[in-house]
């Protein structure tokens, strides 16, 4: 999908295949995906969609069969991690101008990298920390409606109220994360909850917040005198102005990779891991356990907000209700079915539950049952997710 | 003033012997099982719908003009048929998930609930739009010249006689031990010959059947029923087993008055009190978990190293 490789660290065994091979196989993948997703972003008819699907669970029925494909991959990924980025990086850069000029399939793009940015905000508690929060959407909601809010009634420049909006949200994260430290697993999952319904309800009755009617004539953002309202014009090629959004969205989603591969490498990352194996031993080792958990609410309100800021920009204009619980469960199925604490993995969970409704809209009232199923089925069947999370491995890199 | 107090009374106790029941279920399964159930609402709520269906049959087919005793027999199959679902979805799902982490169980149950919803909404006849339900009992006696319903009280003797008889299973019958006995190991019960899977449906069933009938109180309470309802039934019945304690059986009906007293204080005192009464119940239930993280009337867990 998106030029992201997926080595997390390199393999206990390593095989070499050949530069030649490994530069096969990571061309060929990304390519051939991008194919797949543009194919399945503007086809229309059923029975395409449904091949696609069988298709991509194919692929997943022979890595499930043969791991030692699996490993290949990442092998040549390793390899080739330069290239592999490169031609990511490409591939999403010209993304655009590959839709035929479909405002719809870029909209769905928009959303999709969105919501893969919220994913990875929650990777970072779920996946890498395993503390549930079911609040995420709060957050998103709490960005959204700071930056919209400031940009409406004070004017200010929206590249302005993304810090703010973000710095708004971390602290309501922080605000969060305080009592949440008293509680674990369900009790902690019940605490997010509550606090993610007080957001919505308060969102819901506010006045100055628009009440159930929400925020509307949020003023679109502009950079060097060209607004985002506008359609890009580039070499005789003329893209929908959504391909503004798509670019924002593209760098914040860039952004969050490198945010979630630092933190992973990291310290703090180390300590998340620590944390999820066993908490007690983890303290026992002398991490401060509590100024972690703060931490990772807050690293995961900082992000949702800046997700929910661009949300604002794009569709200008935002009610509660698209800040409720179960968009939280929703970003929380992504993580679990993309593959915990699995960069990658989580963005393929947000596109394929950003898409795979969208598509099946042909079937209109058997979607939500669809999508119900298809998730109970995956947890089941590949309950480590799409794309496992990978071993850390350290010296030979 | 006395009369408004008293209908608030009334209001508190037939919102509180509601939650309760809803609340049971989760505190047997989540407090003594240690089974993650999400969608016990959503099972819950699909006892008014049988219940409906029935009752439309029975009074169309069999008994005209006897809306009485239809609706008796339409709830009393609700409530079976109800128990029969939640064990058909442990056998279906949620056992499968009895060994995975936390998280996996979690989402696996909230998706289920959305499955249950969007079954009703396909199965039931215009399934999309509000039910009407009908009142339990629509007779009322007077105290003083305050009308009281009969349905309240039954409501309320019903969700006590239930807690009571749950606590009776749980401490004082031979199914109540297996049930400990199988929270406690699984491994060592089956060794003393117990099958957990029969101690799982026996509690599931049990479950299911006691939300069954909070959901019919609940929709014959509100006047309709919808297919998410559950969704809301759920969370706050949750909630309250939390406050109370997860695993105590009195601390399920406690949790539910408390949570119910601050939902009718908040819309007797306050102007919009009805527009804030999830903020207030919500705020309660984190407030709760900060001071007393295992519930009003949990036991603390400790854990072992």
Redesign the interface.
């Known amino acids: 999908m998106h030029g992201v490789d997926i080595t997390a660290g390199p393999m206990a065994r390593r095989q070499t295949g050949g530069v030649v091979q490994s530069v096969a196989i990571v061309a060929g993948l990304e390519i051939g995906g991008a194919a797949l997703l543009r194919t399945f972003l503007l086809s229309d008819a059923t029975w395409v969609v449904v091949g696609l699907l069988a298709v991509f669970g194919a692929a997943f029925a022979a890595l499930q069969i043969r791991p030692r494909l699996e490993e290949h991959i990442a092998v040549a990924f390793r390899e080739m991690r330069l290239f592999a980025l490169l031609l990511g990086c490409g591939i999403v850069l010209i993304y655009p101008f590959l839709m035929q000029g479909s405002s719809y399939a870029l909209h769905l793009l928009i959303t999709a990298q969105l919501y893969a940015v919220l994913a990875l905000a929650l990777n970072f508690q779920l996946g890498s920390a395993n503390i549930p929060n079911f609040a995420t959407a709060a957050s998103y909601g709490i960005g959204a409606y700071s930056s919209a809010l400031l940009a409406i009634h004070f004017g200010i420049s929206v590249w302005l109220t993304l810090p703010v909006a973000a710095v708004v949200a971390t602290v309501f994260g922080f605000a969060l994360g305080f009592p949440a430290m008293r509680t674990r697993d369900t009790y902690l999952a019940l605490v997010t909850i509550a606090f993610g319904i007080v957001i919505h309800q308060l969102l819901n009755n506010f006045t100055w917040t628009g009440g159930p009617n929400g925020l509307a004539g949020i003023p679109a953002p502009s950079i060097l005198g060209h607004s985002f309202n506008s359609p890009i014009i580039l070499l005789g090629f003329r893209l929908p102005s959504q391909a503004n959004f798509y670019y924002l969205a593209a760098a914040l989603v860039a952004l969050s990779i490198v945010c979630a591969r630092l933190l992973h490498h990291s310290r703090v990352g180390l300590a998340w891991n620590a944390l999820r194996s066993d908490e007690l031993a983890a303290r026992c080792q002398g991490i401060n356990v509590v100024w972690y958990k703060m931490l990772a609410f807050g690293v995961d309100a900082f992000l949702a907000a800046f997700a929910g800021s661009i949300y604002a920009f794009y569709v200008s204009y935002i009610a509660p209700d698209n800040f409720t619980f179960l968009v939280s469960v929703t970003i929380m199925t992504m993580v679990i079915v993309g593959g915990m604490d699995n960069t990658f993995g989580v963005i393929a969970g947000a596109f394929l539950l950003i898409l795979l409704p969208e598509k099946l809209r042909i079937f209109d009232d058997y979607r939500l049952l669809f999508v119900g199923v298809v998730v109970i089925l995956f947890l089941l069947l590949r309950p480590q997710g799409l794309f496992p999370q990978r071993p850390r491995n350290y010296g030979d890199h | 003033m006395d009369m408004l107090l008293a209908q608030h009374l009334l209001n508190w106790l037939v919102q509180g012997s509601i939650l309760a029941l809803v609340a049971l279920g989760f505190s047997l399964l989540?407090g003594v099982l240690n089974v993650?159930h999400f969608s016990h609402g959503d099972v819950s709520i699909v006892g008014p719908f049988v219940a409906l269906a029935v009752m439309q049959y029975l009074l169309v087919e069999i008994l005209p003009h006897t809306w009485a005793s239809a609706l008796i027999l339409a709830a009393a199959v609700a409530i079976f048929a109800t128990g029969c679902l939640g064990v058909a979805l442990d056998w279906l799902?949620i056992r499968?998930?009895r060994t995975?982490?936390?998280?996996?169980a979690?989402?696996?149950t909230?998706?289920?609930g959305?499955?249950i919803?969007?079954?009703i909404r396909?199965l039931y006849p215009q399934g999309s739009n509000p039910q009407p339900f009908p009142e339990l009992m629509s007779a009322q006696f007077e105290i003083e010249g305050l009308s009281v319903p009969i349905s309240t009280l039954f409501m309320f003797a019903v969700s006590v006689l239930m807690v009571a008889g749950l606590y009776v299973i749980m401490h004082r019958t031979p199914l109540g031990m297996r049930i400990r006995a199988v929270a406690q190991d699984r491994d060592i019960a089956r060794l003393m010959g117990i099958h957990p899977n029969r101690i799982f449906a026996a509690t599931f069933f049990i479950a299911s059947a006691v939300g069954a009938i909070g959901g019919i109180f609940y929709a014959s309470s509100a006047g309709l029923v919808r297919f998410d309802f559950g969704?809301q039934l759920g969370?706050i019945g949750?909630?309250a087993a939390?406050i109370g304690g997860?695993g105590s059986m009195h601390g399920a009906i406690i949790g539910s008055l408390v949570l119910a007293g601050i939902d009718t204080l908040a819309q007797a005192t306050l102007a919009?009190g009805a527009?804030?009464r999830?903020?207030f119940a919500?705020?309660l239930?984190?407030l709760v978990?900060?001071l007393r993280?295992?519930g009003l009337f949990g036991k603390p867990v400790f854990?072992k190293?």
Request: hydrophobic letters at 75%; proline letters at 5%.
């Open positions: 989540f993650i799902v499968r998930f995975a982490p936390a998280m996996m979690l989402v696996a909230v998706a289920l959305a499955v919803r969007e079954l396909m969704i969370l949750f909630s939390v997860l919009d527009a804030y999830l903020v919500f705020l239930v984190i978990l900060v993280p295992s854990e190293v």
